[in-house]
Nanobody, 125 residues
């Protein structure tokens, strides 16, 4: 059984940083494309970043501020979020794909088979 558990969310002031973690069981993150998505109140879920052995992708809205990494030994991936803005406020989700490469699909919500429960990030001005 595949399980994804996010952690690290919280409430911060604009300009501060947070690091989200996604610990995975029943699935080897080193073999597949993994993603981060977020959903703000009243909005659709949107892609934030994707990571595989072959590529790293970050949404234009967070480029230069967010970065993604993973520790395959711990089967955990991370989303480092710097210079946070109020518009970054959302529930952040970790997602796991069944494809080895993220290219061309990392930002497609329908490509992901497994999801975490989400962690709230609130940024105040």
């Amino acid at each position: 059984q595949v399980q994804l558990v996010e952690s690290g969310g919280g409430s911060v002031q604009a300009g501060e940083s947070l690091t989200l973690s996604c610990t995975v069981s029943g699935y080897s993150i080193g073999r597949y494309c993994m993603g981060w998505f977020r959903q703000a109140p009243g909005k659709e879920r949107e892609a934030v970043a994707g990571l595989s052995d072959h590529s790293t992708s970050v949404a234009d809205s967070v480029k230069g501020r967010f970065s993604v990494s993973r520790d395959t030994a711990k089967n955990t991936q991370h989303l480092q979020m710097n210079s946070l803005k109020p518009e970054d406020t959302a529930i952040y989700y970790c997602a796991a794909n069944t494809q080895a490469r993220c290219s061309g699909l990392w930002d497609n919500i329908h490509e992901y088979a497994y999801w975490g429960q989400g962690t709230q990030v609130t940024v105040s001005s």
